[in-house]
């Protein structure tokens, strides 16, 4: 007996004692993690951050696994972006991919120390939101889809489909720069075209009250600008013009809203080309050494159904011009 009991003692010992393995496990990587702050709701920003996580995907990332995206939407109140942007600093995001202009000032201010990657931002300069294109400066860089072509391009198309065109009234958000709102009046003399300009207050903005001035003004037609207050009311916005028999046209943002058109530079190509910027930043490079990127690639789709409900015939070089028809 005596032989046997320390035995037991020293077996009951062993199991006891962990494994050294087990004591050296490996840590885990580190995810990434990617702020994302959009100026318009959650629902009437689905397609551009649909296109923001395919570019990610693009470039091998997907979200939960090797990346963690954390979503803001500031629902057209651009005071929530400094709360916001404060939230995304409490999740130590390591950039901060941003909106618009007014939005992209708003988390400047709050996040100094994070690099910020931009885009739906018709002049970064002019803006005050980088020194210069080629070098940025500071923690800021992006791209721009803005073409200063794009407002006469857009009337010239217009002019194709209704050829009597002679007033326009240009709705857009009061929350942001004169720069495309100055750009479209501009386009719309060149071509002789009288133009009403109208301002959104923010998403909860009076429709019916501004589609009342466009009938007072006897418009020819409504061209709703790529600003953030149009984005979160752009179906509102396509079914009163239908309601009221009035052609309106958007950019390929919103395409499928109800316009009768939209046109205008990929926004498809700004996210992605904003992700490609976050991989960049991820893997070491400075925001202030990237240079903002133009990107003009243009995109055309026509809506059928609404040019049908409009008794507006579209001619045949406009459909063989559209990258996408709505039947």
Do not use: C
């Amino acid at each position: 007996m005596r032989t046997i009991f320390p035995a037991v003692v020293l077996v009951v010992g062993t199991v006891l004692v962990p494994a050294p393995a087990e004591a050296q496990a490996p840590h885990a990587a580190k995810i990434p993690r990617v702020g994302y702050l959009s100026p318009v709701s959650r629902a009437a920003g689905v397609h551009t951050t649909d296109a923001f996580r395919d570019g990610l995907a693009g470039l091998g990332y997907v979200d939960g696994k090797n990346i963690a995206i954390e979503a803001r939407f500031a629902e057209g109140k651009f005071d929530r972006v400094p709360e916001l942007t404060r939230e995304l600093m409490a999740l130590n995001v390591d950039v901060i991919a941003v909106l618009g202009a007014v939005t992209v000032r708003g988390v400047q201010k709050a996040a100094r120390d994070v690099p910020v990657v931009f885009a739906v931002v018709v002049d970064p300069v002019a803006d005050g939101l980088v020194t210069q294109l080629e070098h940025p400066g500071a923690n800021t860089t992006g791209v721009t889809t803005f073409d200063p072509q794009q407002p006469a391009k857009q009337l010239e198309l217009l002019k194709k489909v209704l050829p009597r065109l002679e007033r326009v009234a240009f709705i857009g958000d009061q929350g942001v720069s004169e720069a495309l709102m100055n750009a479209s009046e501009g386009a719309a003399r060149a071509l002789g075209i009288r133009s009403q300009r109208l301002r959104l207050s923010g998403p909860t903005a009076d429709l019916e009250k501004i589609f009342a001035a466009v009938r007072q003004e006897h418009a020819d037609a409504v061209v709703a600008l790529e600003e953030p207050a149009i984005g979160a009311n752009a179906e509102k916005i396509a079914a009163l013009a239908l309601k009221y028999r009035i052609p309106a046209v958007y950019s390929p943002l919103r395409a499928e809203a109800g316009f009768l058109f939209a046109y205008g530079t990929s926004l498809t190509d700004g996210m992605r080309g904003m992700a490609s910027y976050i991989d960049k930043i991820l893997k070491g490079a400075k925001p202030g050494d990237l240079p903002v990127q133009a990107l003009r690639n243009y995109e055309l789709t026509v809506n059928l159904k609404t040019s049908r409900a409009l008794g507006i015939e579209v001619p045949a070089e406009v459909l063989k011009r559209a990258n996408h028809v709505i039947q």
